[in-house]
């Protein structure tokens, strides 16, 4: 747990107390108070004392947990919010991200398939369909490529491939525009 060490301060500083103050009315060192002041972690009991010093709920005294990074999750709901979206880019990352969403709900609605009848798999792949060609070509027009690319996925086998291949070039870094002058 962490404490909202801004907080703390407040509620120090309102009651004019100085940190060796609150260690002896908290009944914990001082090295604890000024640790918890820059943000350290807190014990329960530590969070209990000082709670009931400042006679407050302890959950006031905790900061709002941070929220994990969670880049795989943010690009999957950002592709499934821009699903029909043609316009704009999306990075090489968080297009792999919708893509590794988008395999493992074919393979759900497979396996459903093998149990029971052929028409969830038909449901997912039309419901994919459009997201899929939006992020192919928003991916391809970050990666600095046309997204008629797309197209080549008609070829049998290889075509496929080729273009899982293009979608794996880094974002093309954005040129500057030459300025011509005449005289």
């Known amino acids: 747990m962490?404490?909202?060490s801004h907080r703390l301060r407040e509620l120090r500083t309102a009651r004019q107390w100085s940190q060796e103050q609150l260690a002896t009315l908290s009944g914990l060192n001082l090295r604890t108070i000024q640790r918890l002041e820059s943000g350290a972690k807190i014990s329960t009991e530590s969070l209990r004392a000082l709670a009931a010093v400042f006679e407050v709920p302890a959950e006031s005294l905790l900061a709002g947990e941070p929220i994990p990074s969670q880049p795989a999750l943010r690009a999957i709901r950002e592709g499934v919010l821009r699903g029909l979206e043609f316009t704009g880019t999306t990075s090489r990352a968080d297009f792999w991200w919708f893509a590794l969403a988008v395999a493992m709900l074919l393979a759900f609605a497979e396996v459903i398939a093998e149990v029971?009848?052929?028409?969830?798999?038909?449901i997912a792949s039309l419901?994919?369909?459009?997201?899929?060609i939006a992020a192919c070509t928003r991916r391809l027009r970050d990666a600095g490529l046309n997204p008629w690319w797309q197209l080549i996925s008609l070829a049998p086998v290889g075509g496929i491939?080729?273009?899982l291949y293009l979608l794996t070039y880094p974002t093309k870094a954005e040129q500057q525009p030459v300025e011509v002058s005449t005289i």
Request: aromatic share 6%; hydrophobic share 60%; proline share 16%.
């Open 2 to 4: 962490h404490i909202n």
């Open 116 to 122: 029971t009848n052929p028409l969830p798999m038909q």
């Open 127 to 132: 419901i994919v369909l459009l997201p899929w």
């Open 161 to 163: 491939l080729v273009l």
